[in-house]
């Protein structure tokens, strides 16, 4: 697992900032215009991608189009931003009790990208802008004239109503994903039962001050019709009884176990899962929490029956390998990686553990034997991380030309447009012109700047 560095580019900033323009009064806390930070993890992202995806295709969207990212943000919520983004925070995943909760809030947020909310409530907030606009005019006016009572309720007043008729059409907006969701659940074959657990509890939250409330449940206020409107659809669906598989709930839980292993505090996953819990689920999670502390053989003792019992999970080779590396045991770690490549070698962030363990070896071959991991990992995904690395591989290789590029596209992809420019422009004089990498450097050299400037 490792934290990105991604919510500083400047278009993930803007997408991810067209969200908290267009739905502030939905999802306040959720968004913000810098405030995102992106955690990634394979098995986790993995696990997102598999319960997303039947959803997507039967909401018509491209399961390939549309991008997951997961927040290190300890609250429950989960939002979309424009150009296909979904978010969804550590803290629903492991406050939510059941994979069919978490996959409920997955439902009702594709409702909001399938239906095109975001667009509709840019619209929709240009029109509200209009009449308040003309009151605060017509307020400023009377307030300039002597009349200051009477300009100050013309501005209160205009904002008032829009506000009023924001938070009406936003109202409908979450009835309508509610009712898109449940609608991709049942034509997926899934219960909604989870769905409406969830957000019955949320009506709960409503009872709590705001500044108790989970951002979920301030940005998706459940009134008693919309809940019984929800609760009236799902029961409707035949599949409402369906249990969830054992597979998938054990997957839940080993990734929930992770997840407060590598984000809690070490003595939290220690008290949450004590030695007496000798599950699968507390195993991992405090062999996570004793590696953070230093503690390598009590990190590998918990870990090792895991992979006894389950040889073929290629996140536990992985976790093995991170571990490993981590605590300086380089030649261990890079058997792990390889074994984790081995099991799922589509996965690029598999990829990429094995590149950096292989870089953590000194020698000019074992720079040559990360690069094509390196290249996998980065291959069709935005990875400042691997880029980093690349170009730390390149550069042991004295390949001037490739490691500019590396560096230029590890600038680019945290929004540092200028930086990506100068090394790009460095990468040119040192590429064969015309080649592939000599393009790519190209593109990146003549992008314009923020400021629209080239």
């Given at each position: 697992?490792?934290?990105?560095?991604?919510?500083?580019?400047?278009?993930?900033?803007?997408?991810?900032?067209?969200?908290?323009?267009?739905?502030?009064?939905?999802?306040?806390?959720?968004?913000?215009?810098?405030?995102?930070?992106?955690?990634?993890?394979?098995?986790?992202?993995?696990?997102?991608?598999e319960?997303?995806?039947?959803?997507?295709?039967?909401?018509?969207?491209?399961?390939?189009?549309?991008?997951?990212?997961?927040?290190?943000?300890?609250?429950?919520?989960?939002?979309?931003?424009?150009?296909?983004?979904?978010?969804?925070n550590t803290g629903l995943i492991t406050i939510v009790e059941a994979p069919s909760e978490l996959i409920g809030v997955m439902a009702h947020e594709i409702g909001h990208m399938a239906g095109g909310h975001l667009v509709q409530r840019r619209e929709h907030i240009s029109q509200l802008q209009m009449p308040m606009i003309a009151s605060m005019i017509l307020g400023v006016g009377a307030i300039a004239a002597g009349q200051a009572d009477a300009g100050m309720a013309l501005i209160m007043g205009g904002?008032?109503?829009?506000?009023?008729?924001?938070?009406?059409?936003?109202?409908?907006?979450?009835?309508?994903?509610?009712?898109?969701?449940?609608?991709?659940?049942?034509?997926?074959?899934?219960?909604?039962?989870?769905?409406l657990d969830l957000f019955s509890r949320m009506r709960d939250q409503e009872m709590l001050s705001e500044e108790r409330q989970d951002p979920f449940a301030r940005s998706h206020p459940m009134s008693a019709a919309r809940f019984n409107a929800l609760e009236e659809r799902v029961k409707a669906s035949p599949f409402f009884d369906r249990p969830e598989s054992p597979e998938r709930i054990h997957q839940f839980k080993m990734v929930q176990a992770k997840l407060h292993g590598f984000l809690d505090e070490p003595n939290v996953?220690?008290?949450?899962?004590?030695?007496?819990?000798?599950?699968?689920?507390?195993?991992y999670a405090r062999s996570v929490a004793h590696h953070r502390t230093g503690a390598l053989q009590e990190a590998l003792n918990e870990l090792g029956p895991l992979l006894e019992s389950d040889p073929k999970n290629p996140y536990l080779h992985e976790v093995k390998g991170q571990i490993l590396f981590e605590s300086g045991k380089i030649e261990e770690a890079v058997v792990s990686y390889r074994d984790s490549v081995n099991l799922k070698p589509d996965d690029a962030q598999l990829h990429l553990g094995l590149g950096r363990a292989l870089l953590?070896?000194?020698?000019?071959?074992?720079?040559?034997?990360?690069?094509?991991?390196?290249?996998?990992?980065?291959?069709?995904?935005?990875?400042?991380?691997?880029?980093?690395?690349?170009?730390?591989?390149?550069?042991?290789?004295?390949?001037?030309?490739?490691?500019?590029?590396?560096?230029?596209?590890?600038?680019?992809?945290?929004?540092?447009?200028?930086?990506?420019?100068?090394?790009?422009?460095?990468?040119?004089?040192?590429?064969?012109?015309?080649?592939?990498?000599?393009?790519?450097?190209?593109?990146?050299?003549?992008?314009?700047?923020?400021?629209?400037?080239?």
């Open positions: 697992m490792r934290l990105s560095p991604n919510s500083g580019r400047p278009a993930f900033r803007r997408a991810v900032h067209a969200l908290a323009l267009g739905a502030a009064l939905t999802f306040a806390g959720g968004a913000s215009a810098q405030g995102i930070s992106i955690v990634s993890d394979a098995e986790t992202e993995n696990m997102l991608r319960f997303a995806d039947p959803l997507l295709k039967v909401a018509g969207l491209d399961p390939a189009a549309v991008k997951i990212h997961l927040v290190n943000d300890q609250r429950l919520n989960a939002f979309v931003a424009e150009g296909q983004q979904m978010f969804y904002q008032h109503l829009a506000t009023r008729g924001f938070f009406a059409y936003t109202r409908e907006q979450e009835a309508s994903a509610d009712q898109a969701g449940a609608g991709y659940l049942q034509r997926a074959g899934m219960s909604g039962q989870g769905m996953t220690f008290n949450r899962y004590p030695l007496t819990d000798k599950s699968d689920y507390a195993r953590g070896r000194d020698g000019e071959e074992n720079a040559r034997a990360a690069i094509p991991h390196l290249q996998t990992g980065t291959r069709g995904a935005t990875q400042p991380f691997g880029y980093y690395q690349l170009s730390i591989a390149y550069g042991r290789l004295n390949d001037i030309g490739m490691a500019e590029l590396a560096t230029a596209q590890y600038y680019n992809s945290l929004g540092r447009v200028a930086q990506a420019k100068t090394h790009a422009t460095r990468a040119q004089k040192n590429l064969r012109q015309g080649s592939p990498e000599w393009l790519q450097a190209q593109d990146l050299a003549m992008q314009p700047s923020p400021d629209g400037r080239g």
